[in-house]
């Protein structure tokens, strides 16, 4: 019994009157935890009751603590029938079961009701009262900190960063049990609600448990989301990097130890290595991914119809069920990629051992995922350590074999959640690696079905077997699958890890999309061992040989497999400059993987970098910049014929290649349009609805100074012969330039000129040019002998040599620029604006169009999607036109497709303002652009000795505040006058605690704010404690629409008592923001004929306790010393 | 290609004043947009009709939801569903409680129910305030007066309390809801020229003087009526009307103090009791304030009139109310 869980229900107020006759309420209260119920008195006839109940108690064990919500309701007493129930309150209690977050829960709750929405609050306090637990066998893991935040959270320094873990819980939706054809909708949806509240503190309990297992102590980059897979069940499932974490005031107190290993380290590699340039090689274009994409998910899923991602393929192949969508081919970067896959699918096609899965539908797809597979296979026995200094070609492709299999056997996966990362930890970048499998999810329940399925293989059966006694396993394996391919898609790049990491589903009726993707990358390894120093002997013992080989019996990654070849990547990481070494590439140059074109650094002139690189992760830090970021979008429409599951499987798998082929061309075109050269934070996001799937990719472009000038679009005409024609070439010509040309203005993008000869790169051939026809009757065979030299060319080539061509160039040049005074990305900070004012406002906003075309066309549906998109960001910024000027930060676009002709964008975002005053100057001066992050963290500086001595790490902003804090809380009892005075300088710190207590605890006082970003950050602010997960459902459904304004009336008020509720539980837990929050679902049905809807809702974030900057500035600027004494204070705060 | 479903929903709630106006004005959403059109935004801000209609409807949902606490405005302060800055929350209660004083002077002394209502059509064409937000001013008038009709101590601190007002319009509104319970007719002809102002000013100094309030903080009686013992004391007051004698001697006692100090002394004794006299007269208002001076201490003097002090009292209020009457 190791726990006792502490509540009291202090008041209501603005309770709903529940008695007609006398407008009143005669409340109580009910507290349920587990199977143990507590009630609090009648509090009669009042709409504001006091009941100031008792201290109820709960004993339970810190299993049952992880797992259940603690459920408040509120009813209203009625002696001749049934009390009725007001609504309720659930309040995860998991922040309260580790030390450093909150100690306490207090303040008021909305009271919330599914049908009728918030009615009221209450005020409760909740407690934790943890017992020790020795036990080495629970089957708890209270302690493991969990943070949504994808970068290691402020005032926290990494001491090893173990890796991804994950897991799943899968039970039957209540919405699809018999038992709800007999109760209310209320009953049904706060079922659903509890069981998902239950649901996922059972996962965030496991996932602990496999964090505590590889010795972690926190899960960062944490993202838990729903699967409603209606008949078949509900899917929980979650994701995250695992870590081990040091709250940084205690730092100094352990720093001497790490210093010297890491020290060692660092030097050890590097003599051991003479020859650091083996893994030096170029960066990948993106459509680089999608070459990779073959799926050996195919092989093992039970239908046929899953399928990969490839866009690789080039869709002249394909015989394209639709009547080939043709595409403009966009130059070379496309098609290098293209090629070479073409190639090896071929080569590959007589020796591949994998069978396609329908013999009889051999569509590129097919092909590719056979081909792709060996591909991976060539690729790693091609020698990827032939760089450039191409030493040890042999010794080391056996070596990455070696642990191509190994890797393959084991079963983690070396991915990372995290899209930032502490300086020096990325290496390389080789790009952008996805996969996507399609998957029927009727047949879960349905073992019947088993044996009908005609095409199934017999792997396919054998999977199956397993799914009646472990559902989750089922899922597991889905998942495996795609994770697999990632793995081998990064390897095929020369990378061992995935960065950036992140999955999604997609379901309509039966089927489901899963889609994963990431950014491969060369990792330095220093970071992930970092945590012998933790005083592991034995782990340090059994390194020395190999050093890098870390235990996998702890479930750490393996990321260098070997010590030569991790040494002589220290060896790189030292010698490459921080400003651009991200961007060289990871691969082989005389053996890529795809032909790309490569020129020397532009920065270092060192190594080699590709034209264009695509990524999943936020800028780097230290990344060299020109100008300004924006927002790039891909929008797309394809028709899909209504059919049922393993019809409909195939034919999405058969789209599937064509849109990311067409998503990434967009992508291209957008980004040179703009005259960058880099994309990151990159999201493709495919829906399936069911008759079209939609594909929406966010990113946003950048020009990296490491990379060549892109070159600008060329239009080329088919038939040149025409002379209107011509002058209408020349015409949609000269408006492309003249958009480059804008945009580059725009954007600011000047970059130094480099005389040609030091670049010593390839030289274009501008004059050169192929041209791709399209056609449909090529076979994949013929495709590969096109001419795919463009490697040399400059400029895109845009074929224009039918209408839709021409539509897609138009609609190239459809994108608004922002008005000016806005910015936008959808990463966490804007490239090119350093100077942030703490201004902000975050916002969701949702649209649903109906797609009204009679008939509709892939091109007006095209064109719809658009409209639709550019329309919801103008309005956008005409809503948040009083900012101005600001930046619209991780914007982040969800496009759902809930019914026929219906489509459904929600946003999310925040608006930071910035002072254009400072931004100017600081454009001057690109390089500094590290000084973004610091406006968030002024102490990034002022850390530098610490970093100096050991471990870039520990420039992890900051710690001394909260200590501060916490030392001046308890001189709360300082009138405020002598606050004023007296305590501005001794510690201006105590003064901002105060002021930030000191509001919510008045009661009578108006609300204490609460903000709340998607970012991880507050600008000019400092975040000094966390205080806890915060992960809500909610569900909301009404009878009477029209009654409540309709559905964008409904939706409003639903959204809003959502931000209230997150609002609510931050401020209990004595926090004042919300960062990395997200609203990871937001399903909407309605049926206007019966006047209902409903409304599901899941959002997640991390609450946070942040002190304004203007608060800490007097603090005296000598970090080390602060640091000491606070280190000292660290083990009082509890 | 049209949205059915179209929100925003802002961590912090956004206000638009200029939307905030016409949505108070009464405006639907069609002619906000039309206004906002006009208003030139539309080239101000490059944008175009659909986004001025889609960001007019979620300032509209926003209010009508805000609406319901606007009600109460101490609600608006402790609500938890909309984040909005203190000082955007006064101004929306500010905004919301303000009325236009053409219709709070047509309102003025009438009963407060659902006939008056009814009448409000009329009123609208004569005020040209939109009917809609005759509605509204009429409600928050009747939400006002009922909340504040059975609480003790000063009126106006009691709407400022319950209302969240800035002084002043607290005042106002005390005002009406004085007028409304003591039923003064301000509809007569004669009183036409007289603006809601003067009345208001009125209304405050009778309640300064008059009411329970004004002798015994602690009283039990709410302000907003006058105390009945009051009224009954003013009957004995009567005398001073309808005793020939004292009348006179009243009249004498004043026009002997006044000698020489008004310029229009010849028609002194014709304006005992009337204001439009006076004007007519043109008199200065420092004239009729001394003749009130006066008039007010006179029956001092007066035998056999024992009702000085209540005499005083009476005239306080009424002094101060023909002066504030007595103007241009």
């Keep these: 019994m190791p726990g006792k869980l502490k509540v009291k229900i202090v008041a209501g107020r603005h309770l709903p009157v529940m008695d007609r006759a006398s407008d009143l309420t005669d409340a109580f209260v009910e507290v349920k935890f587990g199977n143990t119920t507590f009630k609090t008195d009648v509090y009669p006839k009042s709409l504001n009751p006091q009941w100031n109940s008792e201290w109820f108690k709960f004993e339970v064990d810190d299993e049952e603590l992880q797992d259940e919500p603690l459920q408040i309701t509120v009813l209203d007493h009625d002696t001749y029938s049934a009390n009725d129930a007001i609504g309720k309150v659930y309040i995860d209690i998991d922040p309260l079961l580790y030390s450093e977050a909150a100690t306490v829960i207090s303040g008021w709750f909305p009271i919330y009701d599914t049908i009728h929405g918030i009615r009221g609050e209450i005020n409760v306090v909740v407690k934790v009262d943890l017992f020790n637990d020795l036990n080495r066998f629970r089957q708890s893991s209270c302690g493991v900190k969990f943070f949504c935040t994808t970068s290691i959270p402020k005032c926290y320094r990494a001491v090893v960063i173990h890796g991804f873990v994950e897991e799943l819980v899968v039970n039957e939706d209540p919405e699809y049990q018999w038992i709800d054809r007999i109760r209310t909708p209320r009953a049904s949806n706060e079922a659903r609600q509890r069981l998902i509240s239950l649901m996922s503190g059972e996962l965030q309990r496991k996932i602990g448990l496999k964090v505590l297992e590889m010795r972690g102590n926190a899960v960062v980059g944490y993202l838990q989301c729903f699967d409603l897979e209606g008949e078949s069940g509900l899917v929980v499932r979650a994701i995250g990097t695992a870590c081990t974490l040091d709250k940084l005031s205690n730092t100094s107190a352990f720093l001497p130890a790490c210093n010297s290993p890491s020290k060692e380290m660092k030097e050890i590699p590097f003599n051991e290595d003479p020859n650091p340039n083996t893994y030096s090689s170029g960066p990948s274009t993106p459509l680089k991914n999608q070459t990779y994409s073959f799926s050996p998910s195919k092989s093992y899923s039970r239908q046929s119809s899953s399928s990969d991602t490839d866009l690789s393929l080039t869709p002249k192949t394909a015989p394209s069920p639709q009547g080939p969508r043709i595409f403009l081919f966009p130059s070379s970067p496309t098609l290098s990629c293209d090629s070479p896959h073409l190639k090896k699918s071929c080569l590959l096609l007589s020796g591949s051992s994998i069978k396609p899965l329908h013999s009889s539908h051999v569509s590129p797809v097919v092909l590719r995922k056979s081909v792709s597979f060996t591909e991976e296979l060539l690729l790693a026995a091609s020698g990827m350590g032939s760089g450039s200094a191409g030493k040890e070609g042999g010794p080391f492709k056996t070596l990455l074999r070696q642990q191509t299999q190994s890797a393959l056997e084991q079963r983690e996966f070396p991915f990372f959640t995290l899209t930032t990362f502490p300086p020096g930890f990325l290496v390389h970048v080789g790009g952008v690696v996805s996969a996507r499998s399609v998957k029927l999810l009727d047949r879960i329940h349905n073992p019947a079905f088993v044996g009908i399925m005609g095409n199934t293989r017999s792997y396919k059966l054998l999977d199956w077997n397993s799914f009646n006694s472990d559902e989750p396993e089922t899922r597991d394996a889905w998942w495996a699958e795609i994770r697999q391919e990632i793995k081998s898609h990064a390897k095929a790049l020369g990378c061992h890890a995935v960065v950036g990491y992140s999955e999604s589903t997609s379901i309509c009726e039966e089927v489901c999309i899963l889609s994963a993707s990431g950014t491969a990358a060369v990792l330095n390894p220093r970071f992930l061992q970092d945590g012998t120093m933790e005083g592991c002997l034995e782990q340090r013992l059994s390194w020395q040989p190999g050093f890098f080989s870390i235990g996998s019996e702890k479930g750490e990654v393996d990321f260098f497999p070997q010590s030569q070849d991790s040494s002589s990547l220290l060896g790189i990481e030292e010698a490459s400059p921080p400003g651009c070494g991200f961007c060289h590439i990871p691969y082989d140059e005389l053996n890529m993987p795809f032909p790309a074109h490569l020129t020397y650094c532009y920065n270092c002139r060192k190594q080699k970098v590709p034209d264009v690189l695509f990524t999943t992760i936020d800028l780097p830090v230290e990344a060299i910049v020109v100008g300004k970021g924006c927002l790039i979008q891909a929008r797309l429409c394809r028709l899909k014929k209504k059919a049922q599951a393993e019809a409909n499987a195939t034919s999405i798998s058969n789209l599937l290649p064509f849109m990311e082929y067409e998503v990434h061309t967009q992508l291209m075109n957008k980004l040179k349009l703009r005259g960058m050269n880099a994309l990151f934070g990159l999201r493709i996001q495919i829906t399936v609805g069911e008759n079209m799937l939609m594909g929406l990719a966010s990113a946003t472009g950048v020009y990296l100074a490491a990379l060549p000038t892109p070159g600008g679009i060329q239009i080329a005409g088919k038939t040149p012969n025409d002379g209107t024609y011509e002058q209408h070439i020349s015409h949609m010509q000269k408006k492309i330039n003249d958009t480059i040309a804008k945009n580059k203005e725009l954007y600011e993008i000047n970059p130094p000129e480099l005389p040609e000869e030091i670049i010593g790169s390839p030289i274009p051939e501008p004059r050169q040019r192929s041209r791709l026809l399209r056609s449909q009757s090529e076979s994949s065979d013929e495709v590969t002998e096109l001419d795919l030299s463009h490697g040399k060319k400059d400029a895109f080539v845009l074929e224009i040599d039918d209408t839709d061509a021409m539509e897609d160039v138009h609609s190239l040049l459809t994108d608004v620029p922002p008005p000016s005074g806005f910015y936008s990305c959808n990463t966490e900070i804007m490239p090119g604006i350093n100077n942030w004012t703490p201004e902000i406002q975050m916002f969701t906003a949702v649209r649903v169009s109906r797609l009204s075309n009679i008939n509709p066309t892939n091109q007006t549906l095209n064109k719809n999607f658009n409209d639709l998109c550019e329309n919801l960001l103008k309005s956008l910024y005409f809503k948040l036109r009083s900012m101005v000027p600001c930046c619209l930060c991780h914007v982040n676009f969800t496009v759902a497709l809930p019914e026929d002709e219906l489509v459904q964008i929600a946003v999310t975002a925040v608006a930071i303002t910035y002072d254009k005053n400072q931004a100017l100057q600081a454009n001057k001066a690109p390089t500094e652009k590290s000084q973004q992050r610091a406006s968030t963290d002024n102490e990034e500086q002022l850390q530098f000795p610490l970093e100096l001595c050991s471990d870039p790490l520990s420039s992890q902003p900051f710690s001394p505040a909260k200590e501060v804090l916490e030392g001046a809380s308890s001189h709360t009892g300082i009138p405020a006058a002598q606050r004023a005075t007296s305590l501005e300088k001794a510690s201006p710190l105590a003064e901002g605690y105060l002021r930030h207590r000191s509001v919510p605890s008045g009661t009578n006082s108006t609300v204490s704010v609460v903000k709340m970003t998607p970012l991880s950050f507050l600008p000019g602010a400092k975040i000094t404690k966390y205080l806890g997960i915060i992960n809500m459902f909610f569900i909301r459904e009404t009878t009477s629409l029209r009654e409540e304004g309709g559905v964008s009336g409904f939706l409003h008020a639903f959204i809003a008592e959502v931000f209230a509720m997150v609002r609510a539980h931050v401020a209990a837990l004595g926090g004042n923001a919300v960062v990395s929050y997200i609203m990871k679902q937001c399903v909407f049905m309605e049926n206007p004929n019966k006047n209902q809807a409903q409304c599901l809702i899941n959002v997640s974030g991390d609450a946070v306790v942040f002190v304004r900057e203007s608060e800490l500035e007097v603090l005296p600027p000598q970090p080390a010393a602060a640091a000491q004494p606070t280190g000292a204070a660290g083990d009082v705060t509890t | ?328």
């Design chain 2, 1 to 328: 290609m049209s949205s059915d479903l179209d929100v925003f929903v802002g961590n912090t709630t956004l206000i638009d004043e200029e939307v905030y106006r016409l949505w108070l004005d009464g405006h639907s959403v069609a002619e906000a947009v039309a206004r906002r059109l006009r208003g030139g935004l539309l080239e101000r801000e490059a944008t175009s009709v659909a986004v001025l209609q889609s960001d007019t409807r979620d300032h509209y949902r926003t209010f009508q939801m805000l609406e319901r606490l606007l009600h109460a405005p101490p609600r608006l302060l402790q609500q938890l569903l909309f984040q909005i800055p203190p000082e955007r929350q006064a101004l929306l209660v500010q905004r919301y409680y303000a009325f236009d004083e053409a219709l709070a002077r047509e309102l003025l002394g009438k009963k407060l129910s659902k006939g008056t209502k009814k009448e409000l059509d009329e009123v609208s064409a004569r005020t040209g305030v939109g009917i809609r937000s005759c509605r509204r001013q009429f409600d928050n008038f009747k939400r006002v007066f009922k909340a504040v009709e059975e609480l003790r101590g000063p009126l106006a601190e009691n709407i400022q309390q319950l209302f969240l007002l800035p002084p002043s319009l607290a005042r106002d509104y005390a005002a009406i809801v004085f007028f409304a319970n003591s039923r003064f007719e301000t509809g007569k002809r004669r009183l036409q020229f007289l603006s809601f102002g003067d009345f208001a000013a009125c209304a405050q100094s009778m309640m300064a003087h008059w009411s329970q309030g004004a002798l015994a903080p602690e009283a039990a009686e709410p302000d907003g009526d006058l105390p009945k013992s009051f009224l009954q004391d003013l009957k004995e007051l009567k005398v001073l009307v309808t005793d020939k004698d004292l009348l006179d001697q009243h009249k004498s006692l004043v026009c002997s103090a006044l000698r020489g100090k008004i310029s229009v002394y010849n028609e002194l004794e014709a304006n005992f009791k009337v204001i439009e006299p006076c004007r007519s007269d043109k008199w200065s208002p420092g004239d009729l304030r001394l003749f009130l001076q006066h008039y007010t201490a006179a029956p001092r003097n007066l035998p056999g009139f024992r009702h000085q002090a209540l005499w005083e009292r009476y005239m306080a209020a009424i002094s101060a109310c023909l002066l504030r009457m007595f103007h241009d």
